[in-house]
């Protein structure tokens, strides 16, 4: 897909900006009318960490005029193996100021405006709205959701990356064009430890990083095509890139058909605290199934879908039945209830309303039957 450059007219660049950039205006798609445009941007990096380092240290290089950095932790040696633009001397030292020195010592061209303070529901949209296009480099999922929430609702492309041990993700979330982040993830997904739990491979951040840098710079000038709807996937062990198509999902509270969200939660964090008790992994439901009787499985789509492949040991109760009330006396309040269906979709809908009725032990399968397809039985349509 190709989409109009994002900066549609640039600042016009000086003598010694010309001479700094010689190699940006010898490419013919960038030129000097795509120079301008970098110059004329404003970037915001929520983070200034694994993903932010790079991130920002690239786009400083190539010219943004303009680049704010959110962070209000501090550089920690832990950081030091995978967050390159701080140093040793930055120890102790506020993020997000460590990093604009780093960027006035790569650029001294470009403004760079520091925001030393948490993102939350109360300053977000303010901050957001000052810049041209977000790039996400948080590492967390509360930050996330308010993040792309932010955005869409804002009209503004955000370029997201996640970095997970040997695994990296990226892509282009903006709602004008294609899907956003909650189109990907209604939910957050369970079972993901953060960096400190699992270790990160410190260059994947480069490698992630890179790929948001890019893409950034393709946005603002007009050039190529963007990962709007596509994810990328990158495994460094295997050195693979895989690319998959994401559709925009039309039951997307935000940015779908009857969108039902028209402004920022009050509370990302307990939003996902909430979704991630509720849910279990297709691995927790393997453990479950093979130790435990006290739970009813149940399978929440259609009998069609039910005749044609199901989790062994799941009855069928559609999630029509919830939504007019005619299933909820056959659902017996003395075992936990795991409900499931295709993508975990229904199976929210339906745990919001057995909660909803008083049933406190209920948990859904998060990915639904296509997550036990890919991860658990790859067979189970075969039987
Ligand atoms: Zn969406």
């Known amino acids: 897909m190709e989409i109009p ?3 549609q007219i640039g600042s016009v660049l000086s003598a010694d900006e010309m001479r700094r950039y010689s190699r940006h205006l010898a490419l013919p798609d960038i030129s000097k009318i795509g120079q301008e445009r970098l110059k004329k941007s404003k970037v915001l990096c929520i983070g200034a960490g694994g993903l932010g380092s790079p991130v920002l240290m690239y786009l400083a290089a190539a010219g943004v005029g303009t680049l704010g950095v959110v962070d209000f932790d501090v550089v920690d040696e832990t950081n030091l193996q995978r967050q390159i633009i701080h140093g040793q001397n930055d120890v102790g030292k506020s993020k997000a100021h460590s990093a604009r020195a780093s960027i006035l010592e790569i650029n ?9 303070v948490e993102l939350s529901t109360l300053n977000a949209i303010e901050i957001l709205s000052q810049y041209d296009l977000i790039i996400d480099g948080s590492d967390n999922f509360a930050t996330r959701y308010l993040v792309n929430d932010a955005a869409v609702l804002l009209g503004k492309p955000c370029i997201w990356g996640s970095i997970y041990r040997f695994d990296g993700q990226a892509s282009v ?20 430890a953060n960096c400190a739990e699992a270790g990160v491979l410190g260059v994947l951040c480069a490698s992630i990083g890179a790929i948001q840098a890019t893409e950034a710079i393709k946005i603002i000038t007009g ?23 994401i559709n925009k999902d039309p039951l997307c509270v935000l940015c779908g058909e009857n969108p039902t969200q028209f402004g920022l939660l009050d509370d990302y964090a307990s939003f996902c605290a909430t979704a991630i008790d509720n849910e279990l992994s297709v691995f927790e439901l393997r453990e479950l199934l093979e130790r435990s009787q006290d739970y009813l499985l149940v399978d929440v789509r259609e009998p069609y879908e039910f005749d044609m492949m199901h989790i062994p040991g799941s009855m069928l109760m559609p999630l029509g039945g919830f939504l007019d009330g005619s299933a909820l006396a056959a659902v017996p309040k003395d075992k936990e209830i795991i409900l499931y269906c295709k993508v975990g979709i229904r199976s929210a809908t339906a745990l919001d309303i ?16 296509v997550a036990w397809l890919e991860n658990i039985d790859p067979h189970l349509g075969a039987h």
Request: net charge positive; aromatic share 10%.
């Open 5 to 7: 450059p994002l900066i």
């Open 108 to 116: 001294p061209f470009i403004n760079v405006v520091v925001h030393d």
């Open 173 to 192: 979330f903006w709602a004008d064009y294609g899907p956003c982040y909650r189109c990907l993830h209604p939910q957050p997904a369970v079972n993901v």
């Open 223 to 245: 050039v190529g095509s963007p990962l709007i709807g596509t994810l990328m996937i990158y495994n460094a062990l295997e050195m693979s890139f895989e690319k998959i198509h």
């Open 354 to 369: 057995l909660k909803a009725a008083g049933h406190s032990r209920v948990r859904h399968v998060s990915g639904g039957i």
